[in-house]
C-alpha cells in the first residue's frame, strides 16, 4: 500500500494515542512520544511495524504520540490512519488486514 497524503488518527485522551502517517522516504521512519517510552516503546514500536509490514506498507514517516493506548488501540489508530492516507473509505477490512 502506498501512502498518498497525510492523515490521522486517534485522539489525545486517556488511554489512547494520535497517529500520524505521511508518505516516506523509501523506508518506515518512526518516531514515538510516550510518558511510558521507557517501559513500553519497545513494544509499541514492535506493534506498529508489524501492523505496517500486515498493511504492507513500507515507506512511511509515522509519528505516535501515545496516552496509554493498549496494543489492540495502536494497532486500529494505525490501520485507520493508513486506509485515510491511501483514499479507502470504502470495503475497509476492519481488523481483518491486521491478525
Known amino acids: 500500500m502506498e501512502i498518498k497524503k497525510p492523515a490521522v488518527a ?3 485522551e486517556s488511554s489512547d494515542c494520535q497517529v500520524t502517517v505521511e508518505p516516506g522516504n523509501g523506508k ?12 513500553f516503546g519497545n ?8 501492523t505496517l509490514k500486515d498493511l504492507g506498507v513500507d515507506n512511511v ?8 493506548a493498549l496494543d489492540c488501540t495502536i494497532k486500529a489508530r494505525i490501520e485507520g490512519a493508513v486506509f485515510r ?12 488486514a491486521v491478525r
Open 43 to 50: 513494544q509499541i514500536k514492535k506493534v506498529t511495524l508489524e
Open 28 to 39: 518506515v521512519d518512526f518516531s514515538l512520544e510516550s510518558a511510558v517510552i521507557h517501559q
Open 10 to 12: 486517534g485522539t489525545l
Open 61 to 68: 514517516r509515522i509519528s505516535i504520540v501515545d496516552k496509554g
Open 85 to 96: 492516507a491511501v483514499d479507502q473509505y470504502d470495503n475497509i477490512p476492519w481488523g481483518g
